[in-house]
């Protein structure tokens, strides 16, 4: 996919959907939105890529398994050959304790066939076009180079490093541990703003759903505090769709560095440029906490979205 | 897939040691390529590192020629897979050397004719010194670091993932198990202090309370939590100093946590992890068979060998000493 400068890019879409909790009908949910968006998915292969970060029970930190088989069921209903669900963990290599630690087999069945572990995936070399990083080059999954649909779905946790992590922070845990580690020490290097640009661009995820429901704040996206945010956030443009989140978490996207830079690339940053469905900002605004070095990230009180 | 088309309802039949001979080592050597190398999965393209724990896992079960064979030919592929400068790339498609190169040459140390080859690797290794912890960069974090992120010790240095990076627990491991092991000639000058600084590094490194996890024990002053993989690596690194108040806290902590591993990976490393630190397996303890049955190991190699590994009663795959009670 090229890289389209956002003056040149049409307006993107991104849905609110408010959703109170785990026990709601998802997959409703989901379906209904997702058919709003015409996608080209029937007879395609779709990856959902969630965010599975470590052993977690209580689902604090990972992507709920329940959002996630909600997604897999809704791609599959649109006509979709196959949906994999894949990721490749950054701190932990192993991914099978992680995924039996959130439950996900009990949401979606067996997935023998149906999980992709990114960090062991056969790789290809991808010259990096965006030059953010020092990186010029990355060995990525070729199932994630393979597939014709590419879903990031994060959860709504706020950064120690990087400030926010939504769909394109997701999108590091592409990048292979078998290749580079756990945890992937050369993005740190690289520096980890640029690092996510350079993935995001490499990768291009062609939509993002973002499970707010319950998210994360604070010393994110490990050890930060549970926060009820009751939102799915859904778009066609993974720029959008953050920088939606971040006013949803009462932050300022523009203040996020790699935002910042993936809105003049990667897509739209300025809310004006985004067609904004379902519930306001506004009515479903919750402020996060975020660490001190962060400050400068939170809304002025008074600023409102609409 | 069920072990010998079985039914895993009476799973709880099945020891490990019998699951291992019928399915595992099968799963294993039919997934060998017609390189000599494994995937991470059958079908995959063959890597260094699967390739290394399938020979080592054929090695401990070999018993018949065909099982020689499938070790020489596992050999071979990690003979040509070396780079010029000794080390071993992550990928084929990779053209730098990683911390894979520690585990090719741990494998090809006991291969009479890899002798060279482990010898240029190793010395690799030695040369690889990570790039956070110069001298230089030292004294620039102290004088310009605005937020103390972890608290660690950086003037111990152990290896890391990637060349001239970081120091990590599992990379660092890896190289001392070998350097411990590597016959004395194969050592380069200096290999002896960088042992030295690296079991600093890994004791530094252990969470408050015993146990690691990648490297970082202290995190914005939270404790962060141990890991099975990391510890048992660590663990196995450091061995040969059983009474250290830091082995004997992380042996507590993985011996605790058994009844926690959710994965067969953790599970199979867990059983090594114990049984090397010299203690009993627990009766009742989850089995690796039943591990199969939830997510078939998600297919991986790595996987199945360390179920391998762990089945060897006296663990003489190990290089060093192991304790004689287990």
């Known amino acids: ?44 292969t779709v990856l959902l890529k969630p965010n599975l970060v470590g052993f977690d029970p209580l689902c604090e930190m990972n ?43 009990e949401f979606t069945g067996p997935l023998g066939r149906t999980f992709v572990d990114l960090n062991l995936d056969d790789v290809k070399r991808v010259v990096l076009r965006t030059h953010a990083s020092r990186l010029k080059e990355l060995y990525l999954p070729k199932t994630v180079l393979g597939v014709d649909f590419l879903v990031s779905m994060p959860k709504l946790k706020t950064h120690h490093w990087a400030g926010v992590t939504l769909s394109l922070k997701n999108m590091f845990g592409i990048v292979p541990g078998s290749c580079y580690g756990w945890p992937k020490n050369v993005l740190h290097w690289a520096g980890i703003d640029n690092s996510i640009l350079d993935i995001s661009a490499a990768s291009r995820p062609d939509f993002a759903i973002v499970d707010g429901i319950v998210g994360m704040e604070g010393n994110g996206p490990i050890q930060g505090t549970p926060k009820p945010c009751g939102v799915l956030v859904l778009g066609n443009d993974p720029v959008a769709v953050d920088a939606t989140c971040c006013r949803v ?16 690339l990667l897509g739209h940053l300025d809310a ?29 009180e008074r600023e409102v979205w609409n | 897939m069920t072990p010998a088309g079985d039914n895993l309802d009476s799973q709880n039949l099945w020891s490990d040691s019998v699951f291992v001979a019928q399915f595992c080592l099968p799963l294993i050597r039919s997934a060998q390529n017609a390189d000599g190398g494994w995937g991470f999965q059958p079908g995959l393209q063959s890597r260094v590192e699967p390739t290394c724990w399938a020979i080592l896992a054929s090695r401990a079960h070999e018993s018949t020629a065909s099982s020689g064979e499938i070790s020489a030919r596992g050999l071979e592929f990690l003979r040509k897979a070396q780079l010029a400068n000794g080390s071993w790339p992550a ?16 494998v090809l140390t006991a291969d009479a004719q890899a002798r060279e080859a482990a010898a240029a690797g190793v010395k690799w290794i030695c040369n690889d010194w990570p790039r956070d912890s110069s001298t230089w960069r030292r004294w620039r974090a102290r004088l310009f670091s605005h937020r103390k992120i972890t608290e660690q010790n950086d003037s111990y240095r152990g290896w890391g993932w990637t060349p001239h990076t970081s120091s990590w ?55 962060g939590e141990p890991l099975i993989v990391p510890t048992v690596w660590a663990l196995l690194a450091l061995r040969d100093e059983p009474k250290r108040p830091e082995f004997v806290m992380s042996l507590n902590w993985l011996e605790k946590n058994i009844g926690n591993a959710r994965g067969a990976g953790s599970l199979a490393l867990a059983r090594i992890g114990v049984e090397a630190g010299g203690r009993k397996w627990p009766q009742g303890a989850p089995t690796i068979a039943e591990m199969y049955g939830r997510n078939e190991f998600l297919q991986n190699i790595a996987v199945a060998s360390w179920a391998c590994l762990a089945s060897c009663p006296r663990h003489e795959w190990l290089p060093g000493r192991v304790a004689e009670f287990c």
């Open chain 1, 1 to 44: 996919m090229a890289l389209v400068p956002s003056f040149q890019r049409a307006a993107s879409r991104v849905v609110i959907r408010r959703t109170a909790n785990y026990e709601q009908d998802l997959a409703a949910v989901i379906y209904e939105t997702l058919r709003e968006f015409d996608l080209p998915v029937e007879n395609k």
């Open chain 1, 63 to 105: 992507t709920h398994p329940y959002v996630i088989a909600a997604a897999r069921e809704s791609f599959l209903r649109l006509g979709a050959a196959q949906v994999l669900i894949g990721d490749g963990p950054a701190m932990d290599r192993d991914t099978e304790a992680i995924i039996e630690s959130v439950r996900l087999r």
């Open chain 1, 249 to 264: 978490m009462g932050l300022r996207p523009e203040k996020v560095k790699y935002l910042n830079a993936a809105g003049t």
């Open chain 1, 272 to 300: 004006a440029k985004i067609q904004q469905l379902g519930e306001t900002v506004a009515s479903v605004r919750t402020p996060f906490a975020v660490l001190d070095a962060f400050k400068e990230l939170r809304e002025p």
């Open chain 2, 91 to 106: 990928s084929a498609e990779v053209n730098r050397g990683s911390w894979v190169t520690a585990l090719a040459c741990w």
């Open chain 2, 169 to 223: 627990v599992e990379p660092t491991s890896f190289a001392l198990i070998l350097l411990a092991s590597a016959r004395l000639e194969l050592l380069p000058k200096g290999a002896a202090r960088r042992r030295e600084l690296a079991r600093w590094m890994l004791y530094d490194r252990m969470c408050p309370g015993g146990g690691w996890n990648c490297g970082n024990p202290m995190v914005y002053g939270v404790a």
